[in-house]
């Protein structure tokens, strides 16, 4: 079984600060996806990335997949109390299979 | 509106005693999948189906039975459920294995 590895675990930051959190594995996935969750609620998917190399966008969210496509990261740019949440990735397995591998979570927490 | 939706929501029961815990999805979605979440353990995958009559194994399938007869619905069964299946369980949906988006709202199972 392959393992994602994320980091930070938690982070605390003040409103309009920049973060990163990060998935890497020894291992390469077929495609990757990142979520949040909210509390008492299932994941909501984010974006899914699928090539090596590919950076997606969604507002002040930047995704990025890397090359050999076993890590990625997610950036946020000038945080807000509204992103205070739990973010999830995962990763397809690409070893014939089609197993979905999480990664443990980034507990993020802005402050106004 | 798109949903998955599983039923029960909360669900207390005793050892030994088979449940079922239904999951139906009205997106016409060929991939389904069943995880637990745990503190500190995150999202594990216990079964997944890439379509009907086509259901595989996640990394802790153990204790758990499920079944695909129809494209709308991925019931999860215990057959003699166990303390330590005490968890949050959810069921997820996607077009693909690729694009899985659609997560439901959780079903929280206590055995005692």
């Known amino acids: 079984t392959q393992l994602l590895e994320q980091s930070p675990q938690f982070l605390s930051i003040q409103e309009g600060e920049n973060l990163t959190v990060y998935c890497n594995s020894s291992s390469v996935f077929s495609s990757l996806q990142w979520y949040r969750q909210e509390p008492g609620e299932g994941p909501v998917l984010l974006v899914t990335v699928v090539t090596g190399g590919e950076v997606k966008k969604l507002k002040r969210l930047t995704f990025q997949f890397g090359d050999a496509r076993k890590d990625s990261s997610l950036h946020i740019t000038a945080a807000q109390p509204g992103d205070t949440g739990l973010y999830l990735c995962a990763g397809v397995e690409d070893t014939g299979g089609f197993k979905t591998i999480f990664g443990a979570g980034t507990r993020l927490f802005v402050k106004a | 509106e798109a949903q998955v939706t599983q039923n029960p929501r909360y669900l207390i029961t005793v050892t030994g005693k088979k449940l079922t815990v239904t999951c139906s999805q009205n997106?016409?979605?060929?991939?389904m999948s069943w995880y637990r979440q745990d503190p500190g353990l995150g999202l594990r995958q216990i079964y997944y189906s890439m379509n009907v009559e086509v259901t595989d194994k996640g990394d802790v399938p153990e204790g758990y039975k499920v079944s695909r007869k129809e494209k709308r619905n991925f019931p999860l069964i215990l057959e003699s459920p166990s303390p330590n299946q005490t968890s949050l369980y959810f069921c997820?949906?996607?077009?693909?294995?690729?694009?899985?988006?659609?997560f439901g709202q959780g079903t929280r199972l206590t055995v005692v």
């Open positions: 997820a949906s996607g077009r693909q294995v690729n694009t899985e988006a659609f």
């Open positions: 997106m016409n979605h060929e991939y």
